[in-house]
């Protein structure tokens, strides 16, 4: 069973400020990780995915993504906060190689302050 | 290339009412998912279709709920004697056949759901 874990059920940063979101992640086999970003009363969109090619993964509007094996970790950066980042943000975990579902975390909602 | 469309948007019915979503996914997207999501959490997996078959089921499903995708495009999600723990957001996304975008998953704006 895959399983992922936010830690951080919000987070609030300054505009301007480093934005970190915080994903464990447990799978039995080599995983496939996602960042997706909900605004209010939208679906889902997709900010950047690891499939092993890259284990730094940049992904849309600035934000980018490191895998680390060691920690099974996949947390999400941005080195600037804009006003437009606030919303929920949500990892997501599914098996290689075969379309398979996607297991999400519980979210991390994101505030930026002026 | 138009996005993951669902109809209808938002959907108040009375408890023991039945209820169908419709999701068209993007076009050529032969792979189709429903998940649900409740306030406070991360969607969570119902069903997957590849091209008309459905592959996978989750237990959430219950015997009340039933999905179809005749042709291979469009879906329906139908719920039958609607109870209060129904009410959600009911997402669809849709995946492409390209090998290198098989995980990737394309969401609809989502219906949501109120049982009163």
């Known amino acids: 069973a895959q399983s992922v874990t936010q830690l951080g059920s919000h987070v609030s940063v300054s505009e301007g400020a480093l934005v970190l979101l915080r994903c464990n992640y447990s799978?039995?086999?080599?995983?496939?990780l996602f960042w997706y970003v909900q605004y209010p009363n939208q679906g889902l969109q997709l900010l950047l995915k690891?499939?092993?090619?890259?284990?730094l993964v940049k992904g849309i509007n600035g934000f980018e993504a490191e895998f680390k094996k060691s920690e099974t970790s996949f947390h999400l950066t941005k080195p600037s906060a804009h006003m437009r980042d606030a919303a929920e943000y949500f990892c997501?975990?599914?098996?290689?190689?075969?379309?398979?579902?996607?297991?999400f975390g519980t979210g991390t909602r994101l505030q930026v302050t002026l | 290339d138009t996005g993951v469309s669902q109809d209808p948007r938002h959907k108040i019915t009375k408890r023991g009412q039945n209820v169908t979503f419709r999701c068209d996914p993007i076009?050529?997207?032969?792979?189709l998912y429903w998940y649900r999501q409740t306030l406070g959490q991360g969607p969570e997996f119902l069903t997957y279709?590849?091209?008309?078959?459905?592959?996978?089921k989750s237990r959430l499903l219950s015997d009340r709920f039933s999905a179809e995708r005749p042709k291979g495009s469009f879906s329906t999600l139908e719920i039958q004697r609607t109870e209060q723990g129904d009410s959600a957001m009911y997402l669809c996304?849709?995946?492409?056949?390209?090998?290198?975008?098989?995980?990737?998953?394309?969401f609809g704006p989502g219906t949501r759901l109120t049982v009163t």
């Open positions: 996304a849709s995946s492409p056949r390209r090998p290198d975008q098989l995980n990737e998953q394309y």
């Open positions: 799978s039995s086999v080599p995983p496939y």
């Open positions: 279709f590849q091209n008309e078959a459905q592959l996978e």
């Open positions: 076009s050529e997207h032969n792979r």
């Open positions: 690891y499939t092993s090619a890259a284990t």
């Open positions: 997501a975990v599914s098996e290689t190689g075969t379309a398979s579902k996607l297991t």
